[in-house]
């Protein structure tokens, strides 16, 4: 079992920036790849940016490329998610997952943290 805790939602002006965090503990070395969603009200949860969790292979959504950075620290078993020039369309639960190996679905999951950006 793995679990995972995020932090670092809030509530910033559109441009601004905030950074979320993801702390994972339990089995954490059958971890393969992690990743972040959003949730929007009324819309489908969506994939944000992934990565493995040993390092590389950095996956980012074509609508936040260029402003968004994930980053993992293995040996702190966190990831994070730096959002830098938040647009208001950003507004959503965040969440970061997890999962096990290739080709698995993201099993794992934290409880989600509001980002909300405001014109």
């Known amino acids: 079992q793995v679990q995972l805790v995020e932090s670092g939602g809030g509530l910033v002006q559109a441009g601004g920036s905030l950074r979320l965090s993801c702390e994972a503990s339990g089995r954490t070395w059958n971890i393969y790849r992690v990743g972040w969603f959003r949730q929007a009200p009324g819309k489908e949860r969506e994939v944000v940016s992934s990565i493995v969790w040993s390092g590389g292979s950095e996956y980012y959504a074509d609508f936040v490329k260029g402003r968004f950075t994930i980053a993992r620290d293995h040996a702190k078993n966190t990831m994070s998610l730096q959002m830098n020039n938040l647009k208001t369309e950003d507004t959503a639960v965040y969440y970061c997952?997890?999962?096990?190996?290739?080709?698995?679905?993201?099993?794992?999951w934290g409880q989600g943290t509001q980002v909300t950006v405001s014109s």
């Open positions: 997952a997890a999962k096990m190996r290739i080709g698995a679905q993201y099993g794992y």
